[in-house]
């Protein structure tokens, strides 16, 4: 385990990319660092540091339990499931000090669908809660404020059909995908997922990356 601390610098490093600023020879590993910068335990944390990941800036990674592909079924209801997101080694209020001194976040988010809709005859089954609890509509690809209920494809145009703004609402039997990163650091770590339509004849498999 590397401390995040520089010679001449008191303080621990508030990111993996303070530290390569810092140190541009820093390798990837796990660190501690102090995303608040005012030292005791918490807020200091343990993370990982990519160092190659986007150019090399230095990329912090956070772990959790819900990164594996996870099969959903026999929930017919909206939102009817319901899966927490637990954070390797550290606490939400610690990932949020984490987001506001990071000059981007992200999480890739996916929702693989056979017969399993994210909305359905202006019924939302399916989102995601923000780190403050806030039931959050759009998806993967899409920006927040774009409109309610919005997958990638529904912001470029690329769904199946023209009335539709996911991918899985074409709800045709079909494997289908709606996928990609979620950006706003201002909601970001993701805190749970819901997820409905999955009843015993419909298919629904979820997958969150790490938080970076």
Not at 15 to 23: E, G, N, P, R
Not at 42 to 71: A, Q, W, Y
Not at 97 to 122: D, G, M, P, R, T
Request: hydrophobic letters at 35%; charged letters at 20%.
């Amino acid at each position: 385990m590397g401390m995040a601390r520089y010679t001449g610098y008191p303080a621990l490093a508030r990111s993996c990319s303070a530290l390569k600023q810092i140190d541009p020879a820093a390798q990837s590993g796990s660190y501690i660092i102090d995303p608040d910068g005012e030292g005791g335990f918490p807020p200091l944390f343990n993370v990982t540091c990519d160092m190659s990941d986007k150019n090399g800036v230095g990329v912090t990674v956070i772990g959790h339990d819900s990164e594996t592909r996870m099969l959903v079924k026999g929930c017919n209801g909206p939102g009817c499931y319901s899966r927490d997101v637990h954070y390797t080694g550290t606490s939400l209020s610690q990932l949020a000090n984490l987001a506001k001194v990071s000059l981007h976040c992200e999480q890739f988010i996916k929702y693989e669908c056979q017969s399993s809709s994210i909305v359905w005859q202006n019924r939302t089954f399916a989102w995601w809660v923000s780190r403050d609890d806030i039931k959050m509509n759009y998806w993967g690809g899409a920006s927040p404020g774009k409109g309610d209920q919005i997958c990638a494809c529904g912001m470029n145009n690329t769904c199946p059909k023209p009335d539709i703004v996911c991918n899985c609402d074409n709800n045709d039997g079909v494997l289908r995908e709606d996928s990609g990163l979620l950006t706003d650091k201002k909601s970001l770590p993701v805190k749970q997922l819901r997820f409905g339509d999955t009843g015993e004849a419909f298919i629904l498999w979820e997958s969150l990356s790490a938080m970076a």
